[in-house]
Structure formats: C-alpha cells, structure tokens
C-alpha cells in the first residue's frame, strides 16, 4: 500500500468499506422520483431504446421535462435478455446506414456517458455452409462496402485460423465453406447500456420511473394529451412508445394496429469455461450463434419459437435444436453443461426491419419491430427517435422506416441480415 497513488488507495479503501457494509453507503445511479401532473415528453418503456430516446432528447434537443415509465425494473425487457450483439453488416442502403450510425455511437458510448458499456469490438463472423450462403454473403459484403461498412469474406481455411475448435471438416453435416466477417461488430454488456443511459439521462434532468404500467393512452381531437398508467394520470405534450414485446398491446390503447408478429426468442449460457472463442459466430442455416462472455460462459441463442406469444419463456425443442447445431460445429463443446435459459418477447416486422416514426395520432410515435436484432441499434435508435420526437419529423437515417411502407409496398427486406433468429 505504501507508495501507492492516491486514488488506487481510494478505490482499495472504498473497496474494502463496501465489500463489509450491506451496500447502504452506494449511491444511488438515477433518483426514483413521484410522477409530476405532466410532461412535454412522456416515453414508454425503460429498456435500451426507450432511456438512450431520453438521454438523447435532452442531450441533443434540450428538452428535459421527460419522464421515462416503465412497467417493471430498467432493462428487465429484451435489453437484458439478449445476446449483446452488435453489427451493422445489413444489406439494404437505409437498415445498413441506421445500423451504421448506431455503431459509431457504441464506438464513442463509454466515454460520452461516462459509463463502461464494456463495448468489445472481437469481430462478428456470418458462416456459409452452402454455395447459396456464400453467393448471399459475397453479396452482403459488397453492398457493404459500397455503403462504406467495413466488411470481409473469409474462406473455409481463415475461419478456421480465427475459431480453432470449429470444425470444418468438408464431411461435417453443416460443412464450412467460408463467413464474412465484420471487425468493427462485437459485444457489450446489456445491462450496463441500461443503467449507463438511465444514469445520464437522469443527470440531465429526465424522470426514471419504474414500477409504472402504462394502462391507457388519452386523446382528444386526434392529439395525445397524456396516459393513464397504475400510479395515476399523467398529462403529456407528446409521447413516445418504446415497449418491444407489448407494442401491439400499447398500439391497441391508442386505437391503432400495427403489422407486428410477437413472438420468444430464447437464449442460453453455460458453466464458465477457459476462453476458446474470442470472437462471435452466428450460422443462419442452423439457427444457433455463439459467443463467450468476459467471465467465461457460453453465450448461446436460437431461432425464435415459431408460435406467437406472450409468455418470456421458450420450450425445449428449440433448445435441444440449437444445442444439436451447436455441438455439430463445435463438437470439442458437446461436454459442456448450460447453467441458465430464458426467453424475450420480441415483435416482428413483415420485413424484419423496425417502425420509427410517427402514427396517425397526432404527438404519438412509435418505435417498434426491431425484432431479434434491436440491441444493436440501441444508441442510434434513440438517437434518431429523440429527432422525430423533438422535432415532429423523422431524421434522415429513419425517414424510410415509417408506418406508411406498409401502405406504400416500399418494403426493406432484410430477413438475409437479420439472420439466425429468423
Ligand atoms: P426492451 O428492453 O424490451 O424495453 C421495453 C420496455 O418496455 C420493457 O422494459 C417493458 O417492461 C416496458 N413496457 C412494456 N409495456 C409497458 C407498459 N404498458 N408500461 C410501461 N412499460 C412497459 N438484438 C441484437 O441486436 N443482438 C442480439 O444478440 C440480440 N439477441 C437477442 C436474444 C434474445 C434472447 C432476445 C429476446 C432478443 C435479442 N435481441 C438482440 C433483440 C433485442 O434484445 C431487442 O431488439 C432490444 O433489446 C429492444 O430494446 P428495447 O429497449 O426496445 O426493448
Ligand atoms: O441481430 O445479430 C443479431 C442477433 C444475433 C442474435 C440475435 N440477434
């Protein structure tokens, strides 16, 4: 101890005090105040998306007499139920472009919310197993690169120098003909992208308001005037719906119906292991991706259940599906024992792309159908969500994904990106 820099022996006092109290002293993140009568923003939903629309509104519009409700606790949603990937390799200029900007922002988001998001850019590989897989990535890549998005394609023989224990054998059933590969893609950890945006946006002013179902929302004359939620009314100048699984169910409360599926999509992790993979792999043809987490345990997730509904729970044989791909690929792993499993309700698209914009309720938006892949677009969601909302009009990078496509036919099929889960 003797020498040692002050705030090294801060952090080992403050360690030890901590380590012997029950936790009393922390001081809290967000304060967890009483609903005010009304708000210019009201937005619900604190997952993800929902709290960096928050940050983002004050942040880059100035506008912080906000409230974010949310019916539980902050990211006990999908933002802490997911898989923590983070890409952009879509195919299509607008989903590719609005991926893109989210990755610029996690490039940037421990620092500018002062908060370790423990963003890991380790490189996401999409394997091809067949010559049809291959032609889609060879095409997937040049799209990207013409869209300025680093992207790579790899043969059978790099991807095997990058993940050893995968086999590659040409007699595997799910023989491996080659992956593109993006660096820049990676992991973060989910729960710390909520508390790290509840944080600052709670620093700039905006409520956090857990344990506060949303029941109704009120209108008078085609405008949104405010919503009736389990701890009163609450009035609003505007109101911003961020809900994954429940969009529908919020949609309906508004009187509108929205062209969202809801179905699980489940996950599971492993015992702890010695690092073996160090980068992520995700294998659209077998529905199983796979990655491990800083502490050792395999990250492993499906292709959602097919059945549509509302229960966060999966079943067994879509597990015992994924486990079977799994251990083909990785057969070195068939010893492994899963320690945890859970499901998310994740609400999809006819086009495997996300609703952001507005409705035809006058100051009502929503920001919905990101499906199996939201996690990803968590900073630029909000980012281009706070836009439309502060200025009733979409950003350029949401513009093209309006409710109106569903009418117009201009559709953006990214159900080739999006991937696995499909
Ligand atoms: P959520 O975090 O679900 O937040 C919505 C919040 O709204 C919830 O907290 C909910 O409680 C609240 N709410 C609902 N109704 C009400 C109401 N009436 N009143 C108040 N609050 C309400 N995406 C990726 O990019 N990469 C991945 O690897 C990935 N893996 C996934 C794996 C699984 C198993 C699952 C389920 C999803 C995965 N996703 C992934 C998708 C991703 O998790 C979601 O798209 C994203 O987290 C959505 O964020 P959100 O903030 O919109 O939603
Ligand atoms: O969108 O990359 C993704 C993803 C992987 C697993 C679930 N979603």
Redesign the pocket.
């Known amino acids: 101890m003797q020498g040692a820099p002050a705030m090294q022996r801060y952090s080992i006092f403050s360690l030890l005090r901590n380590a012997l109290s029950h936790h009393e002293r922390w001081q809290a993140a967000w304060r967890s105040p009483e609903p005010r009568p009304a708000y210019d923003v009201v937005i619900?939903?604190?997952?993800?998306?929902?709290l960096a629309t928050a940050y983002y509104l004050a942040r880059e519009h100035g506008i912080t007499n906000v409230a974010v409700?949310?019916?539980?606790w902050?990211?006990?949603?999908?933002?802490?139920?997911?898989?923590?990937?983070?890409r952009s390799n879509y195919l299509w200029d607008e989903a590719a472009h609005l991926y893109e900007l989210s990755l610029k922002l996690w490039e940037g988001l421990s620092q500018d919310i002062n908060y370790n998001v423990m963003f890991s850019q380790r490189g996401v590989l999409n394997l091809g197993h067949s010559l049809q897989d291959m032609r889609d990535i060879h095409r997937r890549v040049n799209a990207n690169r013409l869209q300025g998005i680093d992207a790579e394609v790899l043969n059978a023989a790099q991807v095997k120098a990058m993940v050893p224990i995968l086999n590659t054998s040409p007699g595997a059933r799910y023989p491996v003909l080659g992956a593109s590969l993006q660096r820049r893609g990676g992991v973060a950890r989910h729960d710390a992208v909520a508390w790290g945006f509840a944080r600052a946006a709670d620093a700039r002013g905006v409520d956090i308001i857990q344990n506060?179902?949303?029941?109704g929302i009120r209108r008078e004359n085609g405008r949104v005037v405010g919503v009736e939620t389990s701890r009163g009314y609450i009035g609003a100048g505007k109101v911003g719906v961020?809900?994954?699984?429940?969009s529908s169910?919020?949609a309906a409360m508004a009187g509108l119906r929205l062209p969202l599926e809801s179905h699980p999509?489940?996950?599971l992790v492993s015992e702890p292991m010695k690092p073996v993979i160090h980068t992520v792999i995700m294998s659209n043809a077998v529905h199983g991706y796979i990655s491990q987490s800083d502490k050792g345990d395999l990250v492993i997730?499906a292709g959602i259940d097919q059945y549509a509904g509302y229960g966060q729970r999966g079943s067994f044989h879509v597990i015992e599906g994924t486990l079977a791909a799994i251990v083909e690929l990785f057969p070195s792993l068939s010893r492994v024992r899963m320690n945890r499993q859970?499901?998310?309700?994740?609400d999809i698209c006819p086009d495997a792309c996300p609703i952001l914009g507005k409705t035809p309720v006058r100051g009502l938006y929503f920001?919905?159908g990101?499906?199996?892949?939201?996690?990803?677009?968590?900073p630029g969601s909000g980012f281009v969500f706070a836009h439309t909302i502060a200025r009733d009009e979409p950003h350029p990078q949401n513009a093209a994904f309006s409710l109106e496509r569903f009418t117009s036919g201009y559709l953006i099929d990214e159900h080739g990106a999006a991937g696995v889960?499909h």
């Open positions: 619900v939903g604190g997952g993800g998306h929902g409700l949310e019916q539980g902050l990211g006990g949603g999908n933002t802490g139920r997911n898989t923590t990937i983070v506060c179902a949303v029941t961020v809900a994954a699984g429940n169910v919020l999509l489940q996950a997730g859970w499901g998310g309700i994740v920001n919905c990101w499906g199996t892949g939201g996690f990803k677009a968590t889960a």
